[in-house]
């Protein structure tokens, strides 16, 4: 692309992980970089709220656990620019019933992919799971593996770094600045908010959960579905006690999900991290895999836990983490906006031939997305000043 004449070359519609990755990847190209941010960086009413997420390469399909592996280089260079760990490798188990499907895929596909990847794991037992990992009183049945290489995201870190070396690279950050449309024409973008017009020659949308605020009056909005998740905090019987990230695939009606209010294609799955120091608390994270279907996401009222998940999360975690005390003691959630086809991943692409003059603004929206900022980042970039990218996301065009 061209640059503009207007106030940059690029703007970004959104300041959360992906976006301010999108606005630094620019901006150290050597182009101007404006983002318009509608509440604060780092606020906690969209996709980047919370304090960790868990980084894996396991997928059941090889092409994302492709991607992750191609992404690991990139965490590190951002590590390396920030002068800060960004990714802890503390490993990732995952266990329970083989054959049930969630939105993480499926225990034996994805072990399989591992293999083909030559990618390390142990195949363990729940006498195995038990005895190294501190769960107990698990089904006989259940059974999983161990992915050392597996661990945990610090989201706020990665914020803050992305926001400071975007600004060391010159990107300006409007905040509090609501994107009302984006128009491109033959010289550029026109994108208009509340307070004022703004011009670009090329605009990346990073809006998550309101990406089709921007793409409905165009008329290519993308199929999502938004969700809010619910999360909790437990607190540690002992100081030594610590876990890896984990993920516990399971029927509907053993845990979480079955049967809750609103509940749109929930199930009984659970997750969760160990102790991470940058959370401030000596608590460790448990949830729920179950999502609650939102018909019009308001990002003013983000909207309570869902007590009931909650409370079936406590119960599983006093039967089967007797290293943690069943009680919440923080709660919190979430938006997740997912493509409404299980079978795709994510929206990620230009609205090239969609719209007249559509190669000008990019879109990523949806999908569990934070393990790849790093890429996603440099793919909205690349499509953005070059038209393409040397990364290939399968099954994520936005048509």
């Not at 920030?82 to 266990?95: P, Q």
């Not at 090329?202 to 938004?226: K, Q, S």
């Not at 876990?243 to 209010?261: C, I, K, N, Q």
């Not at 996401?297 to 983000?302: F, T």
């Amino acid at each position: 692309m061209g640059r503009s004449s207007g106030d940059a070359d690029v703007i970004v519609v959104g300041g959360g992980a992906i976006g301010l990755a999108s606005a630094w990847e620019a901006a150290r190209r050597g182009r101007s970089v404006l983002v318009l941010e509608r509440f604060r960086v780092g606020h906690e009413r969209g996709s980047s709220a919370g304090l960790e997420r868990q980084w894996r390469v396991q997928y059941s399909e090889e092409c994302w656990s492709r991607l992750a592996l191609d992404t690991l280089p990139l965490w590190q260079g951002l590590e390396s620019a920030a002068g800060r760990r960004l990714v802890h490798l503390t490993g990732s188990l995952w266990f329970g019933r083989v054959g049930v499907a969630t939105s993480e895929g499926e225990l034996q596909a994805a072990a399989s992919v591992l293999e083909r990847l030559g990618v390390r794991y142990d195949w363990v037992s729940a006498a195995e799971i038990e005895a190294r990992f501190g769960f107990a009183r698990l089904p006989a049945d259940h059974e999983g593996f161990h992915q050392p290489d597996g661990g945990v995201i610090d989201v706020r870190g990665t914020l803050d770094a992305l926001h400071r070396l975007g600004a060391e690279a010159g990107v300006r950050v409007h905040e509090n600045t609501r994107v009302r449309a984006v128009e491109p024409d033959g010289d550029g973008v026109t994108v208009r908010t509340e307070d004022g017009v703004h011009r670009a020659g090329a605009v990346i949308v990073n809006a998550g959960a309101f990406t089709n605020e921007l793409l409905g009056p165009l008329g290519c909005p993308v199929d999502l579905r938004v969700f809010r998740m619910s999360s909790a905090y437990f607190d540690r019987r002992t100081d030594d006690v610590d876990l890896p990230t984990w993920y516990a695939f399971l029927e509907p009606g053993e845990a979480a999900g079955d049967g809750a209010d609103g509940a749109d294609g929930a199930n009984g799955s659970l997750y969760g991290f160990g102790h991470n120091p940058w959370t401030g608390s000596d608590a460790v994270r448990a949830a729920p895999d179950a999502e609650l279907r939102l018909v019009e996401p308001d990002p003013a009222v983000p909207g309570p836990p869902d007590a009931g998940h909650l409370a079936a999360t406590a119960a599983w975690v006093g039967e089967h983490l007797p290293g943690l005390v069943p009680r919440c003691v923080r709660r919190s959630t979430c938006l997740a906006s997912l493509p409404a086809d299980p079978g795709r991943q994510f929206y990620l692409g230009s609205l090239a031939g969609q719209v007249q003059h559509g190669e000008r603004v990019v879109v990523q929206s949806a999908g569990w997305a934070f393990k790849f900022v790093p890429v996603f980042g440099r793919i909205c970039a690349d499509l953005a000043l070059d038209g393409h990218s040397g990364f290939h996301v399968p099954a994520s065009a936005l048509r």
